[in-house]
């Protein structure tokens, strides 16, 4: 009865709706922050992913202005045409000094420098080995560098072990891919153990650093320093755009690999260059992680507070089974729910009273969950706020 090609369209968005998976974007006003304001109405903002407030720092926008003004807006062309400036250097350098790797590759975003460092590294007789619950951008680049790929358990060093085994010998290169911090979940990739196997069954290892960088470490170089492994041999990809409060990706990483990419990772190569204020911002924010430990140690105060206490309402609350932490050991805090409708209701329910926690669901997830991040720039009242909120939430289940 289709009468165009494209009827199947609105069938799809009414499959969508009736599953509670049709989504949304929703305009905030004016500047990013702990509190924003949403269609008149000031929020919490306990759903960005920018941990240390760097994206409303006038540090960063006086920068990006400078950056502008001197260079323009657009850097109209690829970096190896007309779109380099000497700023992307500074910036490539100041993240190799924060990574302490030999250099970095910046590309326009951390999606694009999974995409195009693993498409360059491996290839059709080669073998790539994910956790399950990667990132949807370390999906996407195993699947398009045509390598074989296979999915270990999330956080199975067994079960990588296993896949190892029985499929390393059967392929020219292996590249084992993982995110450092699990970006819906929150919990950290195995780091060390899975360098070891990898140095057995001689694979490289790709971690996304896209919400460790600027988090942990004691420098703030991400959760490879955290976890003790900065000297080890790795592909080390991150994000400007979280923490780092602009846009943009990088990989960081050997000097031999980073001329690789220069060379070869179409993700770069045949794109045009990170913007003059993206670049000038992501610079000034490298610095201000260097020189700022203070956020650092307020947003780790944050975490311990609001995991004690939620730990605290959770025990104490009447249906235990309609809600449960995820394990995490980082600013993402996740409470699992039973459905979709739940997580979308919970989530309603708090923003009216002025708290925007995201309702994250499947397909982005196995299961849905509400996702709370906290900021070094919260104050005490907005976790205050959040605390009562959810004993609320919990209450009425
Ligand atoms: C956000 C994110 C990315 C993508 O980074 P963008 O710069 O936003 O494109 C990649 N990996 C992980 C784990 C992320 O959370």
């Known amino acids: ?77 690829s970096r190896l045409l007309s779109g380099h400036r000497e700023l992307h250097r500074e910036l490539e350098r100041a993240i190799a000094a924060l990574k302490g790797t030999d250099d970095a590759i910046v590309f326009s975003s951390g999606y694009l420098a999974n995409l195009g460092a693993i498409a360059a590294l491996v290839g059709t007789p080669d073998l790539v080995l994910g956790d399950e619950y990667n990132h949807s951008s370390l999906k996407a680049g195993g699947k398009v560098s045509g390598a074989a790929m296979l999915d270990y358990r999330h956080g199975d060093i067994a079960d990588l072990k296993k896949l190892l085994e029985a499929h390393r010998d059967r392929h020219r290169r292996c ?87 220069r060379n070869r990772a179409s993700g770069w190569i045949y794109t045009t260059g990170l913007s003059p204020a993206d670049t000038a911002a992501a610079l000034a924010a490298v610095q201000i992680v260097q020189h700022e430990p203070q956020r650092r140690a307020a947003l780790w105060n944050h975490v311990k507070q609001v995991m004690e206490q939620l730990d605290l309402i959770l025990t104490k609350a009447k249906a235990p089974h309609l809600m449960q932490r995820l394990p995490s050991e980082s600013p993402i805090i996740c409470l699992e729910m039973p459905s979709a409708a739940a997580v979308v209701a919970a989530s309603e329910q708090l923003q009216r009273m002025g708290l925007w926690v995201a309702a994250v669901r499947p397909p982005t997830v196995p299961t849905s969950r509400l996702r709370i991040t906290l900021m070094a720039t919260h104050q005490q009242v907005h976790l205050d706020q959040l605390l009562a909120g959810l004993q609320r939430v919990f209450d009425e289940l």
């Open 175 to 261: 590249l084992i891919t993982t995110d450092s911090v699990f970006s819906m979940d929150g919990d950290l990739c195995p780091l060390p153990e899975i360098l070891n196997l990898a140095d057995t069954y001689d694979a490289m290892v790709l971690v996304d650093e896209a919400h460790g960088t600027g988090v942990f470490g004691p420098r703030g170089a991400g959760a490879v320093e955290h976890l003790g492994c900065a000297s080890r041999p790795l592909v080390a990809v991150g994000t400007l755009s979280k923490a780092l409060g602009s846009l943009g990706g990088y990989v960081a990483g050997s000097q031999p690999l980073i001329n690789f990419l």
């Open 1 to 77: 009865m289709g009468t165009t090609p494209y009827d199947w369209l609105d069938r799809s968005l009414v499959a969508l709706h009736r599953a509670h998976r049709y989504r949304e974007v929703q305009a905030i006003d004016g500047m990013a922050g702990a509190t924003v304001q949403r269609q008149g109405q000031t929020l919490v903002n306990f759903a960005s992913n920018d941990y240390l407030g760097l994206a409303s720092d006038p540090r960063l926008a006086a920068a990006a202005i400078a950056a502008i003004e001197t260079y323009g807006t657009g850097s109209t062309g």
